[in-house]
């Protein structure tokens, strides 16, 4: 069994394997190719990955492999390089790609979509959303700190008192949860909102305030499922209007607001961003799906009035070297599942029954099978929830 982590391109510097999940892969019989250089962004060096028990090919080295580890989407030619029925695991960025997943049909490969993943117990090791979603919390705190031009904590000095800065975080999901603990860390006054009321208590846990319109409406806008419930328009305008009054006091607001297949909710309006104080930062994690924040433009810091609003792309990857580490035990642990220990000889047996496999499968034969992307049924309908809530985290 031949497994191949190549390197990643168009900018990614995250790797798909570290040195503790090659060991792991190697323990288990398989045999592990790394593409040169492929970990240099993540600070991993091929000496490292060899002392680990893997061998250093070149891009050619997937053309046998059995499997596949990624963090990327391959490209048409990627995919052409691999052999049929190959399993290869990425972030395929399915939502609106239609032509290319075609395309990895088209190649013969198995493409599974590690953002797929099934929020239940058994794939909490597997969960990449999660994983890299936490890192991008935290990074987007670092961020703000850096373009914020004031010290986030109090300062008392003889020559006087620097006041606490003010963070303002919309969502309370894995990003926003670990962006409200960084900015404790820093010493800020975190306040934080988020549409379903079971998040108040893990917000104040982390010692934010919570900031919502807590009428009967709220308390019952959550299903047995933990799926936020649609409000009346009533309730809509009443949050807005609250939300609209307490950013235009804070120094710093952070959005985490995605919709899995729609264009990301926008939650800042320019009038929000005009009445706030000079200086202020915004730091918008769903400005590669269209934005939280209007004006936001991807890989961008933009000028907005009082405020700055900060866009970067890919905010994970911008602490690779960690995001590689775990986006790596994601990997293996659900590649792990899908080899065949048994009769001496370690192979690759894709149980297809497996809730895991039906819920991230997406081409199998040479063909799109998964229903979501226009393919014949093969998730089961009544296996657990695939993401978060409808209003989720920005993540990977």
Do not use: C, W
């Not at 190649?107 to 890299?132: K, N, Y």
């Not at 919390?137 to 606490?164: C, K, L, N």
Request: aromatic share 4%.
């Amino acid at each position: 069994m031949r497994i191949f982590i190549p390197r990643e391109h168009d900018g990614e510097p995250r790797v798909a394997a570290s040195p503790d999940t090659v060991k792991k892969l190697k323990g288990l019989g398989a045999e592990v190719v790394v593409e040169t250089n492929a970990g240099t962004r993540s600070k991993i060096t091929d000496q490292a990955y060899e002392a680990a028990g893997a061998s250093i090919g070149d891009s050619g080295s997937g053309k046998d492999a059995d499997a596949v580890l990624k963090v990327a989407r391959p490209t048409k030619e990627e995919a052409a390089g691999y052999k049929r029925d190959a399993v290869v695991l990425a972030l395929m960025d399915p939502y609106g790609n239609e032509d290319a997943l075609k395309d990895l049909a088209d190649a013969g490969i198995m493409a599974f979509a590690m953002e797929l993943m099934p929020r239940i117990t058994r794939a909490q090791v597997m969960d990449v959303l999660s994983s890299q979603a936490n890192l991008a919390g935290y990074q987007a705190v670092i961020d703000a700190s850096h373009e914020f031009d004031r010290a986030f904590p109090m300062m008392m000095t003889a020559a006087g008192t620097v006041p606490a800065a003010k963070v303002f975080v919309m969502g309370a999901g894995v990003a926003g949860l670990q962006a409200i603990a960084t900015a404790k860390r820093l010493g800020a006054r975190v306040s934080a909102t988020d549409v379903r009321p079971d998040t108040k208590e893990q917000v104040e846990s982390l010692g934010a305030k919570f900031v919502a319109v807590e009428n009967d409406e709220f308390r019952k806008a959550q299903d047995s499922g933990g799926y936020a419930t649609e409000m009346s328009q009533d309730y809509q305008k009443q949050q807005a209007e609250l939300v609209a009054e307490h950013i235009a006091g804070q120094d710093v607001v952070i959005t985490t607001a995605l919709i899995p297949g729609r264009p990301a909710p926008k939650l800042v309006s320019k009038a929000m961003i005009d009445a706030m104080k000079p200086g202020s930062i915004l730091v918008d994690l769903a400005v590669e799906r269209g934005g939280n924040v209007e004006g936001s433009r991807p890989g961008e810091i933009v000028e907005a009035g009082p405020a700055r609003i900060v866009g970067y792309r890919n905010v994970s990857g911008r602490i690779a070297a960690s995001a590689s580490l775990l986006y790596a035990k994601n990997l293996s642990s659900f590649l792990e599942t899908m080899i065949d220990k048994d009769g001496g000889t370690p192979s690759l047996k894709v149980d297809f029954e497996d809730p895991l496999v039906k819920a991230t499968l997406l081409t199998r034969d040479g063909r799109v099978v998964h229903e979501k992307f226009g393919g014949a049924s093969l998730v089961d309908t009544n296996s657990a929830p695939q993401g978060d809530e409808p209003t989720r985290e920005a993540d990977a």
